[in-house]
């Protein structure tokens, strides 16, 4: 029989992205997989959306929102409550291959040693532009993460994206889950990390495709994912990096000043704000 998968993906505020998703799930030729969709306090009609057109997912609703993070773990918990062997983190923003999972699963079952396995990433409107091969790597002298635009090994990168992430469980069950103190962006590499850390090898399935929508944001939008992608940035650099404090200041004067020489004005301020809060909270 084929391994048991469960699917996890987090609605917030999302709800036509979430439908895309659902419906592109219908169509994978994987034979044993449960679909669970946790709303991260999203406080709309989604719930009642979703299970109306998707009877057949397992709905989970947090009542806040956690974080993605937070909110995939509420997900994760009840997948290995169920006794998933492979855990799939996808985003709610994607469409997939009818073979992505099963090119995914074939890949994992054939190394024992990975302990996890990525897609490769491509824009929805422009299908064969790849927007990551599976993940990427992390300078950490200059505290900048940068995706893999070409086939690469997956022993080769640093880490995989969030967007599209089979887990094993045994795996997960020796590192723990993602680390709920980022609240959003750089969870998944330092699971990856953390992964890699334990002797666990990371993959890449080339045959494994999911198509990833490029999101249109307000300014406020940008201003709070620029805010949180920098206190993220500091919390992992002052894990991973030799040199943490260059780190952050390399990595935030980078950021800081592409957005300066654009004229984006507030989302600097974000910058220095996401970076300040970092660091108070660095130790947390």
């Known amino acids: 029989m084929a391994p048991r998968v469960c699917i996890v993906t987090l609605n917030w505020r999302g709800i036509e992205d979430t439908l895309g998703c659902l419906e592109s799930l219908r169509q994978l030729a994987y034979p044993n997989f449960q679909v669970v969709v946790v709303d991260n306090g999203s406080g709309d009609d989604s719930v009642p959306c979703i299970a109306d057109r998707y009877p057949e997912v397992d709905l989970v609703e947090t009542g806040a929102n956690l974080g993605f993070a937070g909110g995939c773990n509420v997900g994760i918990r009840r997948a290995l409550e169920r006794g998933a062997d492979y855990l799939w983190l996808l985003n709610s923003d994607t469409w997939v291959d009818a073979n992505a999972l099963t090119a995914m699963v074939e890949l994992a079952e054939g190394d024992?040693?990975?302990?996890?396995?990525?897609?490769?990433?491509?824009?929805?409107?422009?299908?064969?532009?790849?927007?990551?091969?599976?993940?990427?790597?992390?300078?950490?002298?200059?505290?900048?993460?940068?995706?893999?635009?070409?086939?690469?090994?997956?022993?080769?990168?640093?880490?995989?994206?969030?967007?599209?992430?089979?887990?094993?469980?045994?795996?997960?069950?020796?590192?723990?889950?993602?680390?709920?103190?980022?609240?959003?962006?750089?969870?998944?590499?330092?699971?990856?990390?953390?992964?890699?850390?334990?002797?666990?090898?990371?993959?890449?399935?080339?045959?494994?495709?999911v198509w990833h929508r490029a999101p249109g944001a307000s300014l406020r939008r940008l201003r709070q994912k620029d805010r949180h992608f920098n206190a993220s940035a500091v919390r992992f650099l002052f894990r991973y990096a030799p040199h943490p404090w260059s780190a952050v200041l390399i990595g935030g004067a980078l950021r800081l000043g592409k957005r300066l020489a654009r004229g984006e004005f507030g989302r600097a301020r974000a910058v220095l704000r996401g970076t300040l809060a970092g660091l108070r909270e660095r130790h947390s």
């Open 112 to 209: 024992s040693a990975l302990g996890a396995v990525g897609s490769v990433i491509c824009d929805q409107a422009a299908p064969e532009r790849i927007l990551a091969w599976g993940g990427g790597w992390v300078d950490l002298r200059r505290g900048c993460p940068s995706h893999a635009l070409a086939p690469v090994e997956g022993t080769e990168l640093d880490y995989l994206t969030g967007a599209s992430l089979l887990l094993r469980a045994r795996a997960l069950a020796e590192v723990g889950l993602l680390d709920e103190r980022f609240f959003l962006y750089w969870e998944e590499t330092d699971l990856c990390f953390r992964l890699r850390g334990h002797g666990w090898k990371l993959g890449v399935a080339p045959d494994s495709r």
